[in-house]
């Protein structure tokens, strides 16, 4: 054995990984809570979906508007004011337009704004793309991207691992 190979450490095993990733808290279910705290939404049930590449959000007349050089997106949570009833209206910067394929294979042109979710005790910004999910069980999916910026770990046999999102 060289002396460069000796002073290299050992590659921790999968189960010391995933024991870490557990202890950690960044395990997933296949569905669990997301908060929006930088939209007011304390909490609301995802789709964990690890063969989507973005997340995705409930989001009903989404349109631009520019204010102060800048670009924005106004848009309306139908169900989502803090107590869980009734619309909400919320803006957030606008990240791009962008083309997205859905799960039946339909491409279309999405708003994708960045915002911060929350999981558990874990916060991550992230970019949301806003569709009309009303024929989904879900109001929001959370896609690899948002997965793989938490390191989480999905146990797809598992539902709400990371409990309701802590509030700050």
Known sequence: MSAEQSKQKPKPNLKVQTDTLIDGGHVLGWREWIG???LG??????KVDTGARTSSLHAL?????EQDGKKYVRFVL????????????CVAPLVERR???????????????ATHIAVGHHRL?????????????????????????????????KSYLAGKPEQS
């Open 125 to 157: 910004k992230v970019e949301v793309s806003l569709a009309n999910r009303s024929i989904m069980g879900f109001p929001m999916l959370l896609g690899r991207t948002a997965m793989k910026a938490g390191r989480f770990l999905v146990l797809p046999s």
């Open 41 to 46: 939404v304390p909490f609301i049930k995802a």
């Open 61 to 65: 007349n989404p349109h631009e508007f």
């Open 36 to 38: 929006l705290p930088e």
């Open 78 to 89: 139908p169900h989502y004011r803090g107590d869980g009833h009734g619309r909400m209206e």
């Open 99 to 113: 083309e997205i394929r859905s799960s039946n294979g339909n491409a279309e042109e999405r708003f994708v704004i």
